[in-house]
């Protein structure tokens, strides 16, 4: 199948990529019309009526004009049932990849989003770095104060998923603290909902563990409650989450939410807690003991998500 490379041939607009974005969530690959739907049974009928009249009348001009009258009929409703597929097929082809959605995925989170981070944080943009700022994805798939339910959608891509909404965690590291900002973002729109931030001294910080929750959010997909029988023993929750909980001496938490495994994010959006866990360990210990530490960190743009590990000397 081959499926368009829109920037490729021109360069496409805010409204332009909206668009495709919308169609790539909306439009399903074309599969071929069944052989018995209801326009082909009809051009069958027509075709067996034209054969009846060829067989049991006299080969009169008479006859071959009916005949030919027939077929065309039966032409005319095969071409009704071979229209909508090469219509749709047509559509399909026109909509992005799935590998350009994932393109413009990371870009719009580093473009839109990140500077949303920066400025609510209020940071220096000039030290930042990808060791001292992680950004941390997941997609969102209940129902979500803020974000239209047309806009929480998915899109399966072969073996997982695409979503058009997403909650984006940062953890900014500086010298004696950490900031947390979240949002939920509706990639499609564009929009930013929900602005959240959290902020720890380094020296308050207790522990950093990984932990598994299982999250109570019902998912978009879930089937409806028969309210004749509520206990019907059907799961409709996202199910668990990886959490990297950073926690403070006061007992209050940072929750980072790192993996729904159930909802099958696609691995270019998706970190490993380990990774997230394992960064704030090293750079805590730095900023507190000194030490000489390593960054095992997720690349961004395209470098999925492999480790890329650097040395740095302590700080005298």
């Keep these: 199948m081959a499926e368009a490379h829109q920037e490729q041939v021109v360069k496409i607009t805010p409204e332009m990529k909206t668009a495709l974005m919308k169609n790539y969530f909306s439009i399903n690959k074309a599969e071929f019309p069944s052989f018995y739907a209801g326009h082909i049974l009809m051009a069958y009928l027509f075709l067996g009526l034209a054969l009846f009249v060829l067989i049991y009348f006299r080969n009169v001009i008479t006859t071959y004009i009916i005949v030919l009258i027939l077929v065309g009929i039966a032409f005319y409703y095969t071409f009704k049932w071979l229209t909508p597929y090469y219509s749709k097929k047509r559509e399909y082809a026109n909509t992005p990849t799935t590998d350009q959605m994932e393109n413009w995925l990371i870009r719009d989170i580093k473009e839109n989003v990140k500077p949303r981070a920066i400025e609510m944080l209020s940071l220096n943009p000039a030290t930042i770095t990808p060791e001292n700022f992680i950004v941390v994805p997941h997609p969102v798939f209940w129902q979500q104060n803020g974000v239209s339910p047309?806009?929480?959608?998915?899109?399966?891509?072969?073996?997982?998923?695409?979503?058009?909404?997403?909650?984006?965690?940062?953890?900014?590291?500086?010298?004696?603290?950490?900031?947390?900002?979240?949002?939920?973002?509706?990639?499609?729109?564009?929009?930013?909902?929900?602005?959240?931030?959290?902020?720890?001294?380094?020296?308050?910080?207790?522990?950093?563990?990984?932990?598994?929750?299982?999250?109570?959010?019902?998912?978009?997909?879930?089937?409806?409650?028969?309210?004749?029988?509520?206990?019907?023993?059907?799961?409709?929750?996202?199910?668990?989450?990886?959490?990297?909980?950073?926690?403070?001496?006061?007992?209050?938490?940072?929750?980072?939410?790192?993996?729904?495994?159930?909802?099958g994010a696609s691995p270019r959006s998706s970190l490993k807690p380990e990774k997230v866990m394992q960064t704030l360990r090293i750079m805590l210990r730095h900023r507190r003991y000194g030490e000489e530490f390593e960054i095992i960190r997720p690349k961004e743009e395209n470098d999925e998500n492999t480790e890329n590990v650097e040395k740095k000397q302590p700080e005298e």
């Design 150 to 263: 047309n806009y929480i959608i998915k899109r399966f891509a072969g073996s997982y998923n695409v979503y058009a909404t997403y909650k984006i965690q940062v953890l900014a590291l500086a010298d004696n603290y950490v900031s947390f900002y979240s949002c939920i973002y509706n990639w499609i729109e564009n929009q930013i909902v929900s602005p959240y931030t959290l902020e720890f001294f380094f020296d308050d910080i207790s522990s950093i563990t990984i932990e598994n929750k299982r999250l109570s959010y019902t998912r978009m997909d879930a089937p409806p409650v028969d309210e004749e029988n509520e206990n019907d023993g059907i799961d409709r929750t996202v199910g668990n989450a990886n959490i990297v909980v950073v926690r403070n001496k006061s007992g209050e938490q940072m929750n980072v939410v790192v993996n729904i495994p159930q909802l």
